[in-house]
């Protein structure tokens, strides 16, 4: 298993797809997945520290696990059969849980867990930008400090 970290969340055009990127934490490889409106502004929303009005889904999932003293220990990214990427959520009991992997990088965002991938799935997906092409990543970057939650809903 990689670690990885969340580089954010964007839509892209031109088909307005949300999209969260994330990079190897002792690498060079980064992993884009596509994922639903209500996920990337649920990610987007924990990146830039807003509180909803109301807890969003993943806040409640947050507050549940600290009601009942579970602590969870990562998100790993297991498999990716047909551009679908699957996920669990490794609990410190052991216990795994089968998640969309969207949904676990939201909850990871929100409990401070780590988000760590196959081997194999980086080996498949994952992408290496060039130097050159950095910049674009630091475009991103910038991008996701002027983009609010709100862009993503549809």
């Known amino acids: 298993m990689r ?11 031109p088909s307005n797809n949300p999209i969260v990127l994330l990079k190897e934490t002792d690498g060079e490889r980064y992993l884009p997945i596509w994922i639903g409106a ?18 969003l889904t993943h806040d409640l999932m947050r507050d549940v ?12 990214i297991v498999e990716i059969k047909d551009n679908i990427f699957y996920a669990e959520l490794v609990f410190e009991n052991g216990v795994r849980v089968s998640a969309r992997s969207s949904d676990g990088i939201a909850l990871a965002l929100r409990t401070g867990s780590p ?3 196959a081997d194999e799935v ?3 997906s994952g992408i290496v ?3 050159e092409q950095e910049d674009e990543v630091e475009k991103f970057r910038e991008f996701l400090d002027t983009v609010s939650p709100e862009d993503f809903a549809g």
């Open 65 to 76: 696990l600290a009601a009942l003293e579970v602590n969870l220990e990562a998100v790993e």
């Open 38 to 55: 209500v996920e990337a502004t649920a990610i987007a929303y924990q990146q830039q520290g807003m509180t909803p009005p109301r807890p």
């Open 122 to 124: 980086i080996e498949e």
């Open 3 to 13: 670690e990885l970290t969340v580089v954010g969340v964007r839509v892209e055009l």
């Open 129 to 131: 930008i060039p130097d």
């Open 115 to 117: 988000v760590r991938c």
